[in-house]
């Protein structure tokens, strides 16, 4: 026989509590239902449960949810998730369901592209990304960068004499040995501290719980 469609009621004896569903398929396929909540109850206790076909529908599956949508619809809002296992009586496949599922796409998307930047996509960030691999930054866009972590605004002028400055020096066996005594000081002072992304203050770890 071919299949066909049908809505069915379950009753849990145990907690006199109901079911609504439906089925496109045959009525001995095994099949229980798509609540979760419900199928565990019926996988402890199966004897609790007893299954009654409401009505058969040999058309469409959207004539079947269209009769389905009428069972649903007579159930209560407050005997959701009490009376019966249904959580939602609205229509399913329904242009108003479709539509609010249309809304949280288009919403998910809006989030990730605000994640991503303005008007980039993943792709076109990806294009940036190894366009730049293998470039030697220059000194100027390194201080603009070290000085943007720190906070500090400089001016392009004050930029290019600081980077002048420093173009062309070589430090002496000492100054290296200073700063790799600093360096370890600073080591061993920063053991155990996070550091913000975007900045150069040590959060403790009380204080990134506490935000």
Same mark, same amino acid.
């Given at each position: 026989?071919?299949?066909?469609?049908?809505?069915?009621?379950?009753?849990?004896?145990?907690?006199?509590?109901?079911?609504?569903?439906?089925?496109?398929?045959?009525?001995?396929?095994?099949?229980?239902?798509?609540?979760?909540?419900?199928?565990?109850?019926?996988?402890?206790?199966?004897?609790?449960?007893?299954?009654?076909?409401?009505?058969?529908?040999?058309?469409?599956?959207?004539?079947?949810?269209?009769?389905?949508?009428?069972?649903?619809?007579?159930?209560?809002?407050?005997?959701?998730?009490?009376?019966?296992?249904?959580?939602?009586?609205?229509?399913?496949?329904?242009?108003?369901?479709?539509?609010?599922?249309?809304?949280?796409?288009?919403?998910?998307?809006?989030?990730?592209?605000?994640? !991503? $930047?303005?008007?980039?996509?993943? #792709?076109?960030?990806? %294009?940036?990304?190894? @366009?730049?691999? +293998?470039? &030697? /930054?220059?000194?100027?866009?390194?201080?603009?960068?070290?000085?943007?972590? !720190? $906070?500090?605004?400089?001016?392009? #002028?004050?930029?290019? %004499?600081?980077?002048? @400055?420093?173009? +062309?020096? &070589? /430090?002496?066996?000492?100054?290296?040995?200073?700063?790799?005594?600093?360096?370890?000081?600073?080591?061993?002072?920063?053991?155990?501290?996070?550091?913000?992304?975007?900045?150069?203050?040590?959060?403790?770890?009380?204080?990134?719980?506490?935000?």
């Amino acid at each position: 026989m071919e299949k066909y469609g049908f809505v069915y009621l379950w009753y849990d004896k145990k907690h006199k509590r109901y079911y609504i569903g439906c089925r496109w398929g045959k009525e001995n396929d095994g099949y229980i239902c798509s609540s979760t909540w419900m199928k565990q109850g019926y996988k402890h206790r199966p004897q609790d449960f007893k299954r009654r076909i409401l009505s058969r529908i040999y058309t469409t599956r959207k004539d079947l949810l269209e009769e389905e949508h009428k069972w649903l619809s007579k159930i209560k809002n407050e005997e959701l998730g009490d009376r019966y296992y249904n959580l939602n009586n609205h229509h399913f496949g329904h242009w108003s369901t479709d539509n609010y599922k249309r809304n949280v796409v288009i919403q998910k998307a809006k989030g990730n592209k605000n994640r !991503l $930047g303005d008007h980039k996509t993943i #792709e076109e960030r990806q %294009k940036i990304s190894n @366009s730049l691999k +293998g470039r &030697k /930054r220059s000194l100027e866009s390194i201080e603009k960068q070290r000085m943007k972590l !720190l $906070g500090k605004k400089q001016s392009p #002028e004050s930029i290019a %004499k600081r980077v002048a @400055s420093n173009t +062309g020096k &070589k /430090r002496t066996g000492q100054a290296l040995e200073n700063m790799k005594i600093v360096g370890k000081k600073m080591g061993q002072n920063n053991k155990g501290k996070k550091y913000n992304k975007f900045n150069v203050i040590t959060l403790s770890d009380d204080n990134i719980y506490r935000g």
